[in-house]
């Protein structure tokens, strides 16, 4: 185990320098299993955990002295939440820091987590549920009202369980779980994705519910030509294809489109063409036209914070600038590839409005031949929550509560006129 606290260190130092944890693969080995609960349930709770720790250690940690810090962290979250022996606890982190530091560091680490333990029922009633950093509240306090706040962050703050999209092929009840509004199917999975039933059959793929919503909005798209953009790792594309459009699908990540092609061969899907591009680059010189453009813009994916814990500690506002730049400079060339009453569908997985609405009101004021198709006729009464005034859909992790929460996300479906 004292191999998995290892790895654990070094995850956390990535994730809290802005490389995400999310891509941790799961296997059946114990010790990765371990190490993957163990940063996340660190992140989950890291800004109560550095409040307990401000409050213990009297002296500064140099830079040098990071690796006490991240054994501190994972010391407290496996005291205080994962109800590891103490014993075992303190041993570990002990021993771990003095094989990589020295001896005075080690000791100091065995002080700070003998006092978290002497304090552990205190620690563990006076918490209340923290989950954001300041720097995060603040981010989200520019579109959302305190209240509204606190309903993401609580609801945030849970492990998320595991959605499903079924293909053409799926029979009903092979999955044993909770169908949602709209027909995604939600489990609650600990193991591995691929010894669920009917996995090597193709049938069904991994998709959050708001991941899903995209391709659904489109109605029947039957032989309809689609370009998507930024298209990998292929859930949207699957839908497509499983819809019948005909798909050219783009990327710019050669890794993410071998992911991509790996995951429709499973699936037994093919697109037109799998392309190998930068957005902007293609837009600019392509003499094709399409029926539909569907662009999942690169954004701050502040939407998917449930699963990727480590962004409630490292985005900040010149994260959105920087992508919003991005996405406006993608938006610029979508005319010229859309053919009249075409439809552009452009979605984010990011909480910040600047990614989602603000974007959308700035082209709509570019593109005066752009009209706004009006998403509330295909949403169901029970899911209202979801829809804004002008009929766009802006899903907040809250908005299925009674279900266990979803990721944040923005959608617009624009038409194309003279």
């Known amino acids: 185990m004292s191999s998995a606290r290892e790895n654990s260190i070094l995850l956390l130092s990535k994730a809290l320098t802005g490389n995400s944890v999310g891509g941790i693969p799961y296997t059946e080995a114990e010790d990765n299993a371990f190490t993957t609960m163990l940063v996340l349930t660190s992140l989950r709770h890291l800004t109560y955990i550095n409040k307990i720790l401000k409050s213990l250690i009297t002296k500064k940690l140099s830079k040098q002295?990071?690796?006490?810090?991240?054994?501190?962290?994972?010391?407290?979250?496996?005291?205080?939440?994962?109800?590891?022996?103490?014993?075992?606890?303190?041993?570990?982190?002990?021993?771990?820091?003095k094989s990589k530091t020295n001896k005075y560091l080690a000791g100091?680490?065995?002080?700070?987590?003998?006092?978290?333990?002497?304090?552990?029922?205190?620690?563990?009633?006076?918490?209340?549920?923290?989950?954001?950093?300041?720097?995060?509240?603040?981010?989200?306090?520019?579109?959302?009202?305190?209240?509204?706040?606190?309903?993401i962050e609580k609801i945030s703050s849970q492990e998320?369980?595991?959605?499903?999209?079924?293909?053409?092929?799926?029979?009903?009840?092979?999955?044993?779980?909770?169908?949602?509004?709209?027909?995604?199917?939600?489990?609650?999975?600990?193991?591995?994705?691929?010894?669920?039933?009917?996995?090597?059959?193709?049938?069904?793929?991994?998709?959050?519910?708001?991941?899903?919503?995209?391709?659904?909005?489109?109605?029947?798209?039957?032989?309809?030509?689609?370009?998507?953009?930024?298209?990998?790792?292929?859930?949207?594309?699957a839908q497509l294809l499983s819809?019948?459009?005909?798909?050219?699908?783009?990327?710019?990540?050669?890794?993410?489109?071998?992911?991509?092609q790996e995951?429709?061969?499973?699936?037994?899907?093919?697109?037109?063409?799998?392309?190998?591009?930068?957005?902007?680059?293609?837009?600019?010189?392509?003499?094709?036209?399409?029926?539909?453009?569907?662009?999942?813009?690169?954004?701050?994916?502040?939407?998917?914070?449930?699963?990727?814990?480590?962004?409630?500690?490292?985005?900040?506002?010149?994260d959105i600038e920087k992508q919003s730049k991005t996405q406006q400079n993608l938006l610029q060339h979508i005319d010229k590839a859309l053919k009249t009453n075409g439809v552009f569908l452009y979605c984010t997985c990011s909480l910040c409005k600047d990614e989602g609405e603000k974007q959308i009101h700035s082209f709509l004021q570019q593109h005066k031949n752009y009209k706004i198709i009006n998403l509330t006729p295909q949403i169901p009464a029970e899911l209202s929550a979801i829809l804004t005034s002008e009929g766009f859909i802006r899903v907040l992790p809250h908005h299925?509560?009674?279900?266990?929460g979803a990721d944040g996300f923005f959608i617009a479906c624009l038409q194309k006129g003279n």
């Open 108 to 151: 100091f680490v065995n002080a700070v987590l003998r006092k978290i333990c002497t304090q552990k029922e205190e620690f563990q009633k006076n918490d209340g549920g923290e989950f954001f950093s300041q720097k995060f509240r603040e981010l989200l306090r520019r579109d959302y009202s305190v209240k509204t706040v606190a309903a």
């Open 263 to 318: 995951n429709l061969t499973r699936l037994k899907l093919s697109p037109k063409e799998i392309i190998c591009s930068d957005g902007v680059d293609y837009l600019q010189t392509t003499d094709q036209k399409f029926d539909i453009i569907l662009l999942d813009a690169p954004c701050s994916a502040t939407g998917t914070l449930r699963r990727h814990p480590e962004i409630v500690h490292t985005k900040s506002i010149s």
């Open 65 to 97: 002295d990071e690796i006490a810090r991240y054994a501190l962290v994972l010391g407290a979250a496996e005291i205080l939440y994962m109800h590891t022996p103490d014993y075992a606890v303190i041993n570990s982190y002990v021993e771990l820091v």
């Open 243 to 260: 819809g019948g459009a005909i798909v050219s699908c783009l990327d710019i990540s050669k890794e993410r489109l071998a992911t991509l």
């Open 400 to 404: 299925l509560a009674q279900f266990g």
């Open 160 to 237: 998320p369980l595991l959605d499903i999209t079924c293909g053409n092929t799926y029979q009903e009840g092979t999955l044993d779980g909770v169908k949602l509004p709209l027909g995604s199917i939600r489990l609650d999975c600990k193991g591995k994705i691929s010894s669920l039933p009917a996995y090597d059959k193709g049938s069904w793929w991994v998709q959050d519910f708001s991941s899903s919503l995209p391709v659904k909005m489109l109605g029947n798209i039957a032989g309809k030509s689609v370009l998507e953009l930024c298209a990998a790792p292929g859930g949207k594309t």
